[in-house]
């Protein structure tokens, strides 16, 4: 092992990319997916048509189970912090459809020879304090060595059939809102070329950090027609997964949008992550931007989020309800657009 002291370890730096921003471009999944046959169980109540945030099966009339997996490269620096905001990104996907995690299984990539294994403990004692903020244990797991760290959970719950939110289900009238500013990809970015301090990242860290496990129990509360977690697709990329499985299409107000205190002012100096890059290219046929979003907004707008808040569809009545028991709460909830009827282009961005 390389002589590190594991005091002082910056994990993006034994990373190519960063968090979500990792995923495999959006255009390349597609064309890989397009190959493989439809699975035809009728147990299956959510499976892979819809580009859905997890797997739903059926186990009885009234109960299923459901599962999704997650993992990614360091987002930040510190293990602890990793393995927590790891973590909260995991169990988003089950909140994004209604569910309750019930338990988890860990998915270790670690450099063995390049880190201590200090490291690794503290990347699982996060993790394992979010999961259990989040009411569950972490049962097991599975280890590889490899030459840069990744960490990951795939996550259990379970929900009612009749409660299964899928992202397929917006209505034309419907209200789309966003609980976590966007952001993190360009101030991750950012963190680790040197021009942004810990102190300035530090909201970044708090977003990512927090679970969604709010914005859903309110979502069940007030009823939604649809509903997807916003990670390394950026805004636009899940809401476009959003309108093509609903039929529908998206006004986007950009003033609405909420976004991390230094992002744009980090964007519009030139710190773009490639995987904004790839989410831009990615949803550049089907959005129609008005002539005074500048290029800047639009990356911030199709920034690789790592661990983002959900993106609700409501009809404007629950929307309401649901925007003050948000407030009620002290958490973040803005309306940032509405469904329209089916347009040209899935996305028009004013």
Known sequence: MENVDAETIKLTQYTHGLGCACKLRPQLLEEVLQGLPVPHDSRIL???????????FAVSDDLALMQTVDFFTPIVDDPYEFGAISAANSL?????????????????????????????????????????????????????DDTEPKFGLAVTGSLDR????TNAGAQPGDALILTKPIGTGILSTALKQGALSPLEARPAIEWMSKLNRGAAEVMLQTGANACTDVTGF???GHLLGMMRGS?????????DVPWIEKAYELAASGIVPGGTKNNMSYTESSVVYANNISNVTR??????????????????????AYLQAMQERGDLAVQIGEVV????RFITVD
């Open 46 to 56: 959510v499976g892979t048509e819809t580009a859905d945030d997890a797997a739903v």
């Open 92 to 144: 988003s996907d089950v909140y994004a459809m209604g569910g309750t995690p019930l338990f988890a299984l860990s998915i270790v990539a670690f450099p063995g020879n390049r880190l201590p294994m200090s490291v690794l403990g503290s990347i699982l004692k996060g993790a394992s304090d979010k999961a259990a903020e989040a009411g569950i244990a972490i049962i097991g797991g599975h280890t590889v």
């Open 162 to 165: 009749d409660k299964i939110r």
């Open 234 to 236: 950026g805004l636009l």
């Open 247 to 255: 039929g529908t299409s998206a006004l986007i107000h950009a003033n």
């Open 299 to 320: 990356a911030l707008l199709n920034d690789a989020q790592t661990s983002g808040g959900l993106l609700v569809s409501l009809p404007q009545p629950q929307a309401k």
């Open 341 to 344: 009827e089916k347009q040209e």
